[in-house]
């Protein structure tokens, strides 16, 4: 497998799309379930609330794997 400095811009973008997709769709996830308890996490039963701090670990892990990313697409720096 290819380092990340390693990869070519396009091979970047498209890895990116595909982190985020994979974002929008645990987010996607979070919400319904919170929308099953009123939009509150205090309200849920402990086995939801379980499942809900996993999506938010989750989608927490694949935001730090978008901005990495973004970083070096877009920073002149990189």
Do not use: C, W
Not at 36 to 56: D, I, N, T, V
Not at 63 to 78: P, S, V
Request: proline share 3%.
């Amino acid at each position: 497998m290819l380092d990340e400095s390693e990869k070519s811009p396009e091979m970047l973008v498209q890895q990116l799309k595909e982190i985020t997709l994979a974002y929008e769709a645990l987010d996607e996830q979070i919400d319904t379930l919170l929308a099953q308890y009123g939009g509150q996490s205090e309200k849920m039963p402990r086995s939801a609330y379980e499942q809900y701090r996993a999506l938010a670990a989750e989608r927490a892990d694949i935001y730090n794997q978008m901005k990495h990313l973004e970083r070096l697409l877009f920073d002149d720096d990189a």
